[in-house]
């Protein structure tokens, strides 16, 4: 069966594959348009189940923010090769612009999502795709979502090493003109690359789960008991360790990075005087590539 250079091109620009593929997908789909698509999503699907067990921790983190939301994203690789190709990179661009549009509840909802800009199938089919087209392991694994009232709340972010972390930090402000200011944008970006750096659990110990520090608890007693010191001040041994515990792992109370004799707090602190303003960070979320959560 004669296949025109026109039909094939056309195919090429809709799969982005190579042109004696696309032309030999026309030929055994007798020149049908949408059964050579299908039959190449098919190969794409074949590829992607034989390389679904090779470790895909290599990619990008990605952020995208808009007024009302912020986004963090993550689309992983086989190779890092791979994760500067050009139609990864487009991809992961695509992705964003339409994640930040439809705003997603979550990673589920997010893997559904349609638009032209992928060839009207979805963003799991054009994964699937992607690893046809690249022969590499493609996951798009994670997605979170922030949130906020642009009348009391700013949020804030931080790319570390071309994607390698990525951070989104939730400030409240009780003052309308103090999450616009320069001061908050400074502070904000100085709390998202702390959590960059430091990785706590969570904002402050009121924050932290009573079965974590439950835990925590059990497993400091131990130690006191076996450390051979009277038991009277067992006790004292399990709240020293938990204060540490709360100081290490909860932004508030960690040191700063840039001065860590002084504790985030007091950073905070210092810019709630200088905007005349009560300031409370919310919430966080921290994604380190190839990372769990």
């Not at 997908?25 to 098919?42: F, H, Q, S, W, Y």
């Not at 695509?94 to 009207?120: M, Y």
């Not at 789960?209 to 006191?224: R, W």
């Amino acid at each position: 069966m004669e296949i025109s250079a026109g039909k094939v091109k056309e195919l090429r620009d809709k799969t982005g594959l190579g042109m004696m593929i696309c032309k030999q997908a026309l030929i055994d789909a007798n020149g049908e348009m949408e059964v050579a698509i299908d039959n190449l999503r098919k190969q794409g699907q074949a590829t992607a189940a034989k390389r679904a067990g090779k470790a895909a921790k290599e990619g990008k983190i990605s952020i995208a923010t808009d007024t009302t939301a912020a986004l963090l994203y993550e689309v992983n690789s086989e190779t890092d090769f791979v994760a500067r190709n050009e139609d990864f990179q487009s991809f992961i661009q695509i992705l964003g612009d339409l994640l930040l549009d439809k705003k997603p509840a979550n990673l589920d909802e997010a893997l559904q999502i349609t638009t032209p800009e992928l060839g009207n199938v979805t963003v799991e089919a054009r994964v699937t795709e992607l690893v046809g087209k690249i022969g590499e392991n493609i996951s798009f694994r994670r997605y979170f979502k922030i949130d906020k009232d642009p009348t009391k709340e700013n949020v804030f972010s931080y790319i570390h090493g071309d994607g390698k972390i990525g951070v989104l930090i939730k400030l409240h402000a009780d003052k309308e003109d103090a999450l616009q200011s320069e001061q908050l944008a400074r502070l904000g970006k100085d709390l998202a690359m702390q959590i960059a750096a430091a990785n706590p659990i969570a904002v402050d110990r009121d924050s932290i789960s009573k079965d974590v520090i439950a835990k925590e608890k059990e497993i400091y007693f131990t130690q006191a008991q076996s450390s051979g010191k009277p038991e009277k001040i067992w006790d004292r041994i399990v709240e020293g360790k938990l204060t540490k515990f709360f100081q290490e792992m909860t932004l508030l109370e960690q040191g700063f990075i840039r001065t860590p004799d002084v504790s985030v707090a007091s950073i905070v602190a210092d810019v709630e005087k200088e905007l005349n303003c009560t300031i409370k960070p919310i919430s966080f979320a921290r994604f380190e590539l190839g990372g769990e959560g």
